[in-house]
């Protein structure tokens, strides 16, 4: 098996990187790492798996996070994702949500670290996949770099051999998930440190990279950096990354994104796909540009059109193509 490049990758975000992002991102970076929002063991388990998996090949590299604590559950699930041909299985150890929390999963997890290792053990027992965890630093009172190296130490035992640290604590009460990723103070230093703790590892820093000037700056102390908001808000941001991190300049057009995706929206609506289930990834994609606006009151207007009415949804796609163009200044 190749070694996956994560020196730049995607954030799992809830309700954001599900299979339709993932595939309009792809249309930008042919380098980035992508990765699925959090699902729980138990809709793997019970529900529709090939409704839950099933993604397009044009997506890898990517990566499926789970959330669970149970580690039978864990391990059925790494069987399950195995065959669905993901190149990564992670773990959720960051997320702060009360129902998150209320399931047993997530942030709270940082907390019983003996579980943590039970539930990684049994994920890498029973998948040939690499198996990786991303957590926080800390949580509600506990900022220690010898309480996370110890954690560490015992992810490392179970033989995963990749973290993603969110370089936050996460505040398990009283602070909603939006909050948690502002109000407690970013400690990249902490992350830097655990690296220089464990040189074997590859450890991932997460949080608030805004730009490829930090991304760089991350990168001479740690071996990859992820990046959630600032490219879900601003999706072309992946150009830069491209052309800053990757040294490619062979990047689609704005244009030539958009055309891309009137074949795809085409092709999903035919199998009963909603036309805003895939559009909504796209409002940031002129971000900054002039005749941003417009993009995203026409697409707030009209991606609520009936799915039969694929006139309708071709134009909304080509509005940046005919007399109402998009600045394409880039």
């Not at 992810?155 to 939006?178: D, E, Q």
């Not at 908001?229 to 990354?241: H, M, N, T, W």
Request: glycine share 6%; with cysteine.
């Amino acid at each position: 098996m190749s070694k996956l490049n994560r020196t730049v990758s995607m954030a799992p975000m809830m309700d954001c990187t599900d299979r339709h992002d993932r595939y309009f991102l792809r249309l930008i970076s042919k380098n980035i790492f992508l990765y699925s929002e959090m699902i729980a063991t138990g809709a793997i388990i019970k529900g529709d798996r090939k409704k839950i998996l099933e993604f397009n090949e044009f997506e890898k590299p990517v990566a499926l996070q789970l959330g669970g604590s149970n580690p039978n559950d864990l391990g059925e699930c790494c069987k399950i994702v195995e065959d669905f041909g993901y190149n990564e299985i992670n773990l959720n150890l960051g997320c702060p949500s009360k129902k998150v929390q209320k399931n047993k999963f997530g942030a709270c997890l940082i907390k019983e670290p003996d579980l943590v290792a039970e539930c990684l053990f049994n994920m890498v027992k029973n998948t040939k996949l690499p198996v990786t965890a991303k957590t926080r630093i800390g949580f509600d009172d506990t900022e220690d770099f010898d309480y996370l190296n110890s954690f560490i130490e015992k992810i490392k035992k179970t033989g995963v051999k990749t973290i993603i640290l969110h370089a936050r604590k996460a505040i398990l009460k009283g602070l909603s998930p939006k909050e948690n990723l502002k109000i407690p103070k970013l400690n990249y230093q902490m992350v830097y440190d655990i690296k220089k703790a464990n040189p074997e590892l590859e450890i991932i820093i997460n949080g608030a990279i805004t730009d490829t000037k930090q991304a760089k700056t991350h990168l001479k102390h740690v071996d990859g950096v992820m990046i959630g908001r600032a490219i879900y808000q601003s999706p072309y941001f992946l150009k830069e990354i491209e052309k800053d991190i990757f040294n490619n300049d062979e990047i689609l057009s704005r244009d030539e994104v958009v055309e891309r995706m009137v074949n795809y929206v085409e092709e999903e609506v035919k199998k009963g796909t909603r036309v805003n289930q895939i559009m909504r990834h796209t409002v940031g994609l002129y971000h900054g540009q002039k005749g941003a606006t417009k993009w995203k009151r026409y697409l707030s207007e009209n991606m609520m059109a009936r799915d039969s009415d694929f006139q309708k949804v071709k134009h909304i796609l080509q509005v940046v193509q005919n007399n109402e163009k998009v600045s394409m200044a880039i």
